[in-house]
């Protein structure tokens, strides 16, 4: 059986609604700040969801598990563990307000 193509709309409204209340939930509880650098997340287009465990270290989505940061704060957090997250830590996020 086909899917009819607007069957699949309210289903991605509802991602987007979800999404935006995630970012919205996130910026609150932690201040308006990159949860690596404590700088104000002011730009919203340079943000980026962050695990706070990695999921290849068995982190989830939940949002207990995801913080806001900056894409530059990131990729340098990235870069320093040669991408492999699993190494990274509870430090290297101390501003994601938990």
Request: aromatic letters at 8%; proline letters at 3%; one cysteine or more.
């Amino acid at each position: 059986m086909a899917l009819a193509v607007g069957s699949c709309l309210p289903l991605f409204r509802r991602a987007i609604a979800d999404a935006r209340k995630l970012r919205m939930y996130l910026l609150k509880r932690q201040n308006y700040r990159c949860a690596i650098t404590g700088l104000p997340l002011e730009d919203t287009s340079e943000i980026a969801v962050h695990h706070i465990v990695a999921r290849q270290a068995g982190g989830n989505d939940d949002w207990s598990n995801l913080c806001l940061v900056h894409k530059w704060a990131q990729a340098q957090l990235r870069a320093r563990y040669r991408g492999d997250l699993t190494l990274a830590s509870l430090k290297d996020v101390p501003f994601r307000g938990l």
